[in-house]
């Protein structure tokens, strides 16, 4: 259809597969005592990152469910949606925060690797199976949240989301000090 871009799926599989690598090394080089150091530029420990990281990958099954409804329905649907989580943008914050703790926490940086690769798997599966209009579809999402959420987004946007996500808090890291 005219005007519809498609994603290069193979980079986004690529993209995937370098984020997934490289968590597992980072998880691999890294003693307890270096994932308690805290980290650059948040509150969060190393480990604590490493977790929020992971949180990426995860929240983006949720969030492809929400484009698969919200690209349906018609635009303003969404924009409300968006303009509500944009409103608590505070409390979702705090969440953020103590979630990435006390997971970081919780779950063992071991554990941490093997939900990275599940997830990073089942993301791999539904990209290959999504048709480009599918991937074209859209919704309005809270660009307040994450600096990587636009006003409006598409399916193929958020399968890049995580990764961009990653990139940004990977140098935030201070394994290598």
Known sequence: MAGEMHMDRDATHHELERARLDFRRLIE???????????????????????????????????L????????????????????????????DAANFLGSYVAGHVIGPDRMTVMFD??????????DAETD?????????????????????????????PTQHYDFHRRQLTLDQ
């Open 29 to 63: 080089r890294s003693d307890p005592a270096t994932l308690r150091r805290r980290s650059n530029g948040t509150r969060w420990s190393n480990r604590e990152l490493l977790f929020h990281m992971l949180l990426g990958y995860l929240i983006v099954r949720a969030l």
């Open 65 to 92: 469910r929400l484009v698969r409804v919200f690209g349906r329905l018609p635009r303003p649907a969404s924009r409300a949606y968006a303009w509500l989580l944009n409103a608590t943008t505070r409390p979702f």
């Open 118 to 127: 599940h997830v990073v798997d089942k993301l791999h599966r539904r990209l």
């Open 133 to 161: 209009h599918n991937l074209d579809r859209g919704m309005h999402y809270p660009f307040r949240w994450d600096p990587f959420f636009k006003d409006y987004m598409t399916l193929a946007d958020i399968y890049r989301f």
